[in-house]
């Protein structure tokens, strides 16, 4: 979180948040666990758009419906049912419905609910929500109801499809989609360098997210030019976590092998605990046919790790 440049600062808001959604209003079960992270992942948004602007946020908005729409694809190969808002975790581990879905399927529900009815009148339900609930449990099917009495009618719950967001699987197509005009010149940035390696120019007013975006644009990049581009922008040393854990992702993907990038990896993977950064990095390794890396880095890290890291990576590396 601690970047140096006070760029992570999402993070911190969306804590502070869960003042509200999580504290003052908290989940009935774990089935109901997007209540907590749908909501303060919106406001964490909103807190976004008051502090840096509507493109800042948009970037944000982004960025989780490029994450989800992953997820969302990935889970519907093998448990489509895990894609639903409404998720079933009797007798699982609870540790199951901690996914992209609870926290940014729920949290595009809620803009989608915010553009249909408009934000002045969602602000003014919001505010009656956390003032009737106060203090209490909060299901998804009593929250339904609060919703549909309080503020959507009966057209508009089926305008939106809330039967489908909630209890359906997948990503319903009416998922609010932005093109935010931050990324616009990183797109393109990203599209001359996959032609002919031309290396990014003006990055110095780049923030983290357009960075992580343009990451996102160079899947399939290859070995060569992986490399041309840490030359020049030193991403290896990074000590932005959010930059370093994407591009060693990117790295690894595209074949790197280089010493600097598996002592920096092993360096991040023992200090840092968060999953967020630790599954996509050892999968990573797994798949680029270095096993054997990710497991020794791990024997290292693993005493340090959270016994739900723990369990989710023992599976991932097979020990």
Known sequence: VIAGDRSLVALIAHELAHSWSGNLVTNGTWNDFWINEGFTVYFENRIMEAVYGADY????QSLSHSDLTAEVADFMENAPNDTKLAIDLVGRN???GVTTIAYDKGFHFLRLIEQT???EAFDAFLKDYFASYTFQSMTTERFVAHLRASLLNDSQWEEIGGDEWIFG???PE?????EPTLFTVVDAQAAHFIADGTLPKGTNTWNTHQWLRFFKALDGVQAEPARALDDAF???QSGNSEIFAAWAVL???AGVQQADLDEKMSDFLVR??????LTPIYKALVDAGRKDLAQSIYHKARPGYHAVAQETLDKLLGV
């Open 57 to 60: 946020a948009a970037m944000l």
């Open 94 to 96: 609870p540790d199951d």
């Open 117 to 119: 009815v408009g934000r």
């Open 169 to 171: 699987t997948g990503l």
């Open 174 to 178: 009416n998922c609010p989609v932005v």
């Open 234 to 236: 030193h991403f290896t």
């Open 251 to 253: 790295a690894t993907q």
């Open 272 to 277: 840092v605990g968060r999953r967020k950064f």
